[in-house]
Nanobody
Framework: QVQLVESGGGLVQAGGSLRLSCVAS????????MGWYRQAPGKQRELVAI???????NYTDSVKGRFAISRDNRKNTVYLQMNSLKPEDTAVYSC??????????WGQGTQVTVSS
């Protein structure tokens, strides 16, 4: 079992920045990839960024150059640094962990609201 707790969401003006954190607990040594997903009202959940156990990253096109995902294995934490935020970034952001054996775990989500 893996438990994920996100924090760092909030209300920010367009052009501002936020940093999301996701702390993992449980059988953390078995985590392969960790990622951030988001779901805006009336839209499907979409991948924002992922990072593998060896630090490889991937981003959805709309956030490239603005967002950065990082992982601190000593703190069992994955971060999402979000810069130059836009109103269209408004969504509930959720952390996901995928174990090497394939199990998938989700956090409860944190709201990010960007005002214009």
């Amino acid at each position: 079992q893996v438990q994920l707790v996100e924090s760092g969401g909030g209300l920010v003006q367009a052009g501002g920045s936020l940093r999301l954190s996701c702390v993992a607990s449980g059988i953390i040594f078995s985590i392969n990839t960790m990622g951030w997903y988001r779901q805006a009202p009336g839209k499907q959940r979409e991948l924002v960024a992922i990072i593998t156990s060896i630090g490889s990253t991937n981003y959805t096109d709309s956030v490239k150059g603005r967002f950065a995902i990082s992982r601190d294995n000593r703190k069992n934490t994955v971060y999402l640094q979000m810069n130059s935020l836009k109103p269209e970034d408004t969504a509930v952001y959720s952390c996901r962990a995928v174990l090497f054996r394939g199990n998938v775990y989700w956090g409860q989500g944190t709201q990010v609201t960007v005002s214009s």
